[in-house]
């Protein structure tokens, strides 16, 4: 069985190997689902490891539906990973209706022509599972990544099941993947498991210090930018 483990740091792809992980999945911000991480940390991974390594082309937390300038970013996250040298993407777009947005996954697919695709989480989203894993398979998407549709795979286990079952494509159950349960995915008939195995290290004590984290950015149905109004009522302000 593959294993595939999602890591957000050159500590965490290291400890990947050495545990004998088959590939790793390479992303920052696991608190928002992971996002796109940076060049210099792909370049480290990739120079360093001897497993296959993927990156999540994802521009930003929140949902799947993306602006023109994010899916232009998508793309070119895609022509710097093929540059670096990495062997797999990881990606995906959805359409207001939670449908496959299949010209734009597509677009994605070709451009990574010559590497491995899997379609991220947001497959979660989609309304007819079934309609959409036919239509990922005939643009060419390689793996699927999936809880099965529920809020981890160990409860979305009979989907993940019946899935693999009616599709030639990878079905990599992900999410909530632990020690406990990974065997259970194996005996299934799924033949790719993803996991993260975080634990939290380096504590520091930051009392009486402000917090950093802003919960007013942690929001999935709408997208955070800067305001033009306000920008320009600040800019007013101090010219």
């Known amino acids: 069985m593959l294993i595939e483990v999602c890591a ?52 930003r937390g929140g949902h799947f539906t993306y602006f023109d300038a994010e899916f232009e970013v998508m793309k070119a996250d895609i022509l710097a990973c093929k540059e670096l040298g990495v062997d797999g993407v990881v990606a995906g777009v959805l359409r207001d209706d939670f449908s496959i947005d299949v010209k734009r996954t597509k677009a994605l697919v070709e451009l990574s022509q010559g590497i491995h695709f ?30 099965g549709g529920k809020p981890s795979s160990e409860e979305g286990i009979l989907n993940l099941k019946v899935w693999q079952q009616r ?48 919960s ?4 999935e149905d709408k997208v955070a930018v800067s305001n033009l109004d306000i920008l320009n009522s600040i800019v007013r302000a101090v010219k």
């Open 216 to 219: 007013k950015h942690l929001v």
């Open 8 to 59: 957000n740091s050159l500590a965490s792809a290291r400890h990947a190997e050495i545990a004998g992980a088959d590939r790793v999945e390479l992303c920052s911000e696991l608190g928002v689902g992971g996002v796109t991480p940076s060049i210099g940390l792909i370049q480290l991974v990739k120079g360093e490891l001897n497993i296959p390594v993927h990156v999540l082309i994802r521009p």
């Open 118 to 147: 899997t379609f991220h989480r947001a497959f979660d989203w989609v309304a007819k599972p079934l309609e959409a894993i036919k239509q990922l398979e005939d643009i060419g998407v390689q793996t699927i990544l999936t809880s």
């Open 167 to 214: 599709s030639k494509i990878t079905i990599m159950a992900g999410g909530g993947v632990s020690p406990g349960n990974a065997s259970k995915f194996k005996e299934i008939g799924l033949s790719a498991i993803h996991c993260s195995g975080t634990s939290f290290e380096n504590p520091l004590d930051l009392e009486g210090k402000i917090s950093m984290n802003s």
